[in-house]
């Protein structure tokens, strides 16, 4: 089986989210379960990618961490489509990717690759003051009040096909000074259902946010780019009036990481449906032939 590793949402080596791909050979299924999670931890990376080729520019994609089964990842994705450009079995078009949380349309032009996410959805609110201030405490942080063009931004769960705490700080030094108590996070992302926190502040002039995501469930202390939770992002900039309809947005992750990520997304609204799409770049750091 052909094996890629990628970094995603950069345009550099070393720079965004690196991923493992694994391209299963025309008519081979996937492995069990449990090789999966066996391959993800011996490539040592947040998420890896399982790609099957259904045909007709429609692909099957699994993506497991080093300890289990997800749903859905959003650098993973990028990286998947980048290995398949690279590797001579797409080229540019119109692509799907079916997943568990959904089937996704992708789009693929030159070396930029654009994601439908699934469906946008607040999924709660953290709104009592001991509970939003029991979240700060685990992120190392005081909590205080962050305003936008004079209403307070709340703490909400937002899921785009992966549901994070999306957990607003007020300044860049703020965003930095995060220090969270590991498991102490896991355990109260366990209790609230999320895969993590996705802090972020509107402080700097070079995006709309500049962000950090958090997520030791699943044995991920920090990631340098998560396309799933800056699509969360969004939705909630959309509900709570930082991004508008039709905004074209720009994330900034990694920097505390020194793997500098740039994250795009857009939204589009009509009526009762919202469309968000997440995309970037990457960059083949190595590929070769896995043996499973």
Do not use: W
């Amino acid at each position: 089986m052909k094996f890629y590793i990628i970094d995603a949402f950069t345009d550099s080596i070393f720079g965004g989210n690196p991923a493992g791909v694994v391209i299963l050979p025309d008519g081979v299924d996937f492995p069990s379960d449990e090789i999966c999670i066996k391959t993800a931890a011996e490539m040592r990376y947040s998420e890896t990618a399982f790609i099957k080729d259904l045909g007709n520019d429609e692909f099957n994609i699994r993506y497991f961490t080093p300890v289990a089964e997800v749903e859905l990842c959003g650098h993973a994705t990028i990286g998947s489509f980048v290995a398949l450009r690279s590797g001579g079995y797409i080229g540019d078009g119109e692509f799907t990717d079916h997943t568990i949380s959904g089937s996704l349309k992708i789009n693929v032009s030159g070396d930029q690759i654009l994601m439908d996410m699934a469906e946008p959805v607040k999924t709660g609110e953290i709104s009592e003051r001991s509970m939003v201030e029991e979240l700060y405490n685990i992120m190392g942080l005081e909590y205080e009040q962050v305003e936008h063009r004079g209403e307070i931004l709340p703490v909400q769960m937002i899921s785009t096909g992966l549901p994070d705490i999306m957990m607003p700080v007020s300044s860049l030094e703020s965003l930095e000074g995060i220090a969270p108590d590991f498991d102490a996070l896991a355990k109260i992302s366990s209790r609230y259902e999320v895969v993590g926190v996705h802090a972020f502040t509107l402080e700097g002039d070079d995006a709309t946010c500049h962000v950090r995501n958090f997520a030791p469930l699943y044995d991920i202390d920090e990631e340098a780019a998560t396309g799933t939770s800056n699509g969360a992002l969004t939705y909630y900039g959309y509900l709570n009036g930082f991004i508008k309809n039709g905004d074209s947005c720009t994330f900034i992750q990694g920097e505390k990481m020194d793997r500098p990520s740039k994250i795009t997304s857009r939204i589009t609204v009509e009526g009762d449906d919202c469309l968000i799409r997440v995309g970037g770049g990457g960059v083949v750091l190595a590929e070769g032939e896995i043996n499973i």
